[in-house]
Nanobody, 122 residues
């Protein structure tokens, strides 16, 4: 069974940092691009960041550029370092994976995690 499991969400004050992690299991993800998306209540899912299988290329949504950093920690794990958090970053954050980076960035990766809640308060 293919599984992506997120961890690291929580309740934090604006201006602080948080690190999310995603662990993949059930199949080989070594050649998959991995990504993070988020969805706030009443809003559409938003692309946050993506990284190619070899870590050679990264992509970011405009709202997080310069504050968030995606990294490939291993063949099956990826992390999202979130700095200078704002209340508008409050959302459920989802990990995703797909062999095709174009598919990932377009918002239609084949594999999704269950999500982890991030809440930023002032």
């Amino acid at each position: 069974q293919v599984q992506l499991e997120e961890s690291g969400g929580g309740l934090v004050q604006a201006g602080s940092s948080l690190r999310l992690s995603c662990a993949a299991s059930g199949r080989t993800f070594i050649y998959d691009s991995m990504a993070w998306f988020r969805q706030a209540p009443g809003q559409e899912r938003e692309f946050v960041a993506a990284i190619t299988w070899d870590g050679g290329r990264t992509f970011y949504g405009d709202s997080v550029k310069g504050r968030f950093t995606i990294s490939r920690d291993s063949a099956k794990t990826t992390s999202l370092q979130m700095n200078s958090l704002k209340p508008e970053d409050t959302a459920v954050y989802f990990c995703a994976a797909d062999p095709n980076i174009g598919v990932v960035v377009s918002g239609k990766p084949g594999y999704w995690g269950q999500g982890t809640q991030v809440t930023v308060f002032t």
